[in-house]
């Protein structure tokens, strides 16, 4: 499996101590509210996404993920604490489960209206999941992650020509249970490499 892979070709979780941050990073989110790729909104379409939330999700869980970063959908959304699809934490303090953060918001066109509308329909529903912190279909931007310490990272999202984040949150983590050297490395695993 790819949890079997992350953890012997990697060694991420028997070297949490020298690389306290797992971060993967994908081209498609398994948490999305947008409606042109409606994972979790009921607009599911098998040809699209067969098996992708259901089983990369497990996977994440098993390998103890921190981070899932992502692309592929036109827009930028960040998701509170959260494993399979309603059991979500509001809170960034102490976490125990991935935060999935897409920032597809820099490329080409944004999704901010459903295909085969006309530009007539909001690419999100009214109601939001109760997994998403935060998102926005209007806005071109960029996102930033500074790991500060083995317990602490600030992730920051910034709309185009602007200098000050529009998004800046503080994620921590449980504290592991040796102390870290003061340099903190960052692993990231592309989950396709492992395929």
């Known amino acids: 499996t790819v949890s079997s892979g992350i953890n012997a070709e990697y060694g991420a979780n028997e070297n949490r101590e020298q690389y306290p941050w797992l971060v993967v990073y994908q081209h498609r989110p398994i948490y999305n509210s947008n409606k042109n790729h409606g994972n979790w909104t009921g607009e599911y379409d098998p040809a699209y996404h067969t098996g992708w939330p259901d089983h990369f999700e497990e996977l994440t869980l098993e390998g103890k993920v921190d981070l899932v970063l992502a692309g592929h959908v036109h827009h930028y959304e960040r998701s509170w604490p959260v494993k399979n699809r309603e059991d979500v934490v509001q809170s960034y303090d102490n976490v125990d489960r991935p935060i999935h953060i897409t920032c597809g918001h820099a490329g080409k066109n ?65 504290s592991m249970a040796h102390s870290l050297s003061a340099s903190v490395a960052l692993v990231l695993i592309g989950l396709a490499s492992l395929l």
């Open 110 to 174: 944004l999704y901010r209206y459903k295909w085969r509308t006309n530009n007539t329909e909001n690419s999100y529903a009214d109601e939001v999941p109760r997994f998403s912190a935060a998102r926005d279909n209007e806005n071109w931007g960029h996102c930033e992650l500074d790991f500060l310490d083995s317990k602490t990272v600030i992730h920051r999202m910034y709309l185009m020509g602007t200098d000050t984040p529009k998004e800046d949150v503080t994620i921590t983590k449980r």
